[in-house]
T-cell receptor, first 114, second 111 residues
């Protein structure tokens, strides 16, 4: 499987600030996604990161709040803008790898907003 | 609305026993099914995928798929305390690579 690196692994931020999470994959991948996992909850898809074009957002998520970049097939960023305590979550980068369509996750970025 | 349902647990089993984790899905055309293990504070790790009716074995893990009844299960034989984690079931359908995840079942294997 692909090796997926995320940073930061964790951060504590102040309300109203923004944080950018980076995701680096060791191989070129077509499909890359960003998920959120709130405490005690399952995974919620935020958006599909499209290489060279605007991300495709799921219902309830908007570009102004979660801008995403994907300049090439190995790298993406997710920014959490104007943070509030409700944004405290684990943010996960994931990629589809191989012909079987299996989804693999990065280590996650644990964000705490005070 | 595609749904994947799991009992949140916790499911508690003694060491050495068989742990049975179950999952049902609502979308009849779901095609691919996955089991992920997530340790506390860690990201999900893919442990099994299954695409056809029947059983698929990998070491101590067996995934079982019954499309007619729309359920998929994961059996863990000879359960170890290190198997204690949350197990997430996921399903894809309609040619999409994006799975729908269940809420996960917490498994506790006690010595």
């Amino acid at each position: 499987s692909a090796v997926i690196s995320q940073k930061p692994s964790r951060d504590i931020c102040q309300r109203g600030t923004s944080l950018t999470i980076q995701c680096q994959v060791d191989s070129q991948v077509t499909m890359m996604f960003w998920y959120r996992q709130q405490p005690g909850q399952s995974l919620t898809l935020i958006a599909t990161a499209n290489q060279g074009s605007e991300a495709t957002y799921e219902s309830g998520f908007v570009i102004d709040k979660f801008p995403i970049s994907r300049p090439n097939l190995t790298f993406s960023t997710l920014t959490v803008s104007n943070m509030s305590p409700e944004d405290s979550s684990i943010y996960l980068c994931s990629v589809v790898w191989g012909a079987s369509g299996e989804l693999f996750f990065g280590e996650g970025s644990r964000l705490t907003v005070l | 609305q595609k749904e994947v349902e799991q009992n949140s647990g916790p499911l508690s089993v003694p060491e050495g026993a068989i742990a049975s984790l179950n999952c049902t899905y609502s979308d009849r055309v779901s095609q691919s099914f996955f089991w992920y293990r997530q340790y506390s504070g860690k990201s999900p790790e893919l442990i099994m995928s299954i695409y056809s009716n029947g059983d698929k074995e990998d070491g101590r893990f067996t995934a079982q798929l019954n499309k007619a009844s729309q359920y998929v299960s994961l059996l863990i034989r000879d359960s170890q305390p290190s198997d204690s984690a949350t197990y997430l079931c996921a399903a894809t359908s309609g040619g999409s690579y994006i799975p729908t995840f269940g809420r996960g079942t917490s498994l506790i294997v006690h010595p």
